[in-house]
């Protein structure tokens, strides 16, 4: 992972890239007008033109060379996550004996609501990326839940890891609840996955939304339901 180029992304804004368009277009308009107009409105037209041109490509595209992009920000959560479920489920010897059916998960989200996080809000997809991420594996065994949450850096070698185990017999409620924030100029809602159990929230995790986290909901309560028979 380059910690250097994450950091400049998040750190950085796309007014280069117009400043650089913008004289790349003054040089090619100049160009045009000398080469197939004939027409010279500044002393040296061609060379001042094809300095334009250059120092525009130059300031628009160079930066963004130096930094990462989206796609390699996700790309980045995505190698530290994509195995998580496996390596949690090796290093803790859950073996298959002790498995349920259920599949286990991995679910996170970017932190943007903790102090010293630096975020930006994606250009294509306005999707905001900070230098913060947590993913939770989720383990089902036939007892319960082994939860592992891992937080990890993006800009540094910064990660810490924590574990739980949750019985379904004590579990009294799993849901998806949302919450809208501030978050630089606009509201952002969080999606967060919770689960009560003995009267206290023992899980509380960013998850993406979907019908397959509405889903797991109801299985786990229907597994709590069952061990309480």
Request: hydrophobic letters at 45%; one cysteine or more.
């Amino acid at each position: 992972m380059e910690y250097g180029k994450n950091l400049r992304y998040l750190k950085s804004s796309d007014l280069h890239f117009y400043v650089g368009i913008v004289l790349l277009a003054m040089g090619a308009i100049f160009l045009m007008l000398g080469w197939f107009f004939w027409i010279y409105v500044l002393p040296y037209q061609d060379i001042i033109s094809l300095f334009l041109v250059l120092l525009g490509g130059c300031i628009a595209w160079i930066p963004r060379s130096m930094r990462s992009d989206e796609k390699e920000i996700d790309k980045c959560v995505t190698e530290r996550t994509s195995e998580y479920a496996k390596d949690v489920i090796d290093r803790f010897h859950l073996s298959g004996d002790l498995l349920s059916k259920m599949e286990p998960i991995v679910t996170g989200g970017f932190v943007l609501d903790e102090d010293g996080v630096v975020f930006r809000r994606g250009k294509n997809d306005r999707k905001y990326r900070s230098s913060r991420y947590i993913a939770t594996a989720l383990v089902f065994t036939k007892n319960g839940i082994f939860a592992a949450t891992k937080m990890f850096s993006l800009i540094e070698e910064n990660e810490n890891e924590s574990v739980k185990e949750i019985l379904f017999y004590d579990i009294d409620d799993a849901a998806v609840n949302v919450t809208e924030k501030q978050v630089g100029d606009d509201k952002v809602k969080f999606y967060r996955l919770a689960i009560t159990a003995s009267g206290k929230t023992v899980l509380d995790i960013p998850v993406v939304p979907s019908a397959q986290m509405d889903q797991l909901c109801g299985e786990i309560l229907a597994q709590s339901v069952k061990a309480k028979e």
